[in-house]
């Protein structure tokens, strides 16, 4: 069940988004969510090396030592966090969690970016996870509202957003540079309230 976290309270934690652990999976999961470290880097830019074919031309994630570096800097502000999503047998990343840009005040809201491991794509892991991941924006985090900007022709990733319940808001042309090239995307979001209602029993 989602608890929807007063702001008050996660303010007054004094806590940074990357020092709020996720909570536990439900019985049967088969993936977890957790913070990126900085002892993930090795494995990290392996994924983004392995799966450059799945993630090209959507997202283009850290592949360098030092763009992990900058990643994991970020992930520590105010901001901004990176949560992974790990299988529960072997820790394993099977995919990749961003919500940046995190707005306080009479916003309460972020954006939302996702990328799967090839090794563990097309296995319901990413919609699991994103299950996990939306509890967590608006338990813990206390958010209001997630924005995930996509490509149009990212099938998957709007499957994706879809699934888990995100609306299509509208059409940003040449909206994000990406790749070196400034790209249309379309804008899905969800709030707090269509996701209580989403889970609620009746």
Known sequence: MLRRRPL???????LRPAEIEPDAPSAGARVRLRVLDRADR???????RES??????WTYPPERADQ??????????????CLLSVTVDGDAIAGVFTVSQIVRGAFQSAYLGYYASAAYARQGL?????EQVLDHAFGPLALHRLE??????????????????????????????????WRDHERYAITVDERMAQKSPS
């Open 42 to 48: 090795e494995e990290f830019l392996a994924l983004a």
């Open 148 to 181: 995930a900007n996509i490509q149009p022709g990212n099938g998957p990733s709007i499957a994706l957003a879809r699934g888990a319940g995100f609306r299509l808001e509208g059409f940003s042309p040449r909206y994000l540079l990406i790749g070196g090239q």
């Open 8 to 14: 008050a309270a996660v303010a007054g934690l004094g």
């Open 68 to 81: 992990f570096d900058d990643l994991f800097a970020r992930s520590r502000r105010d901001d901004f966090v």
């Open 52 to 57: 450059r074919q799945l993630h090209r031309p």
């Open 126 to 130: 990413m919609r699991e996870a994103m």
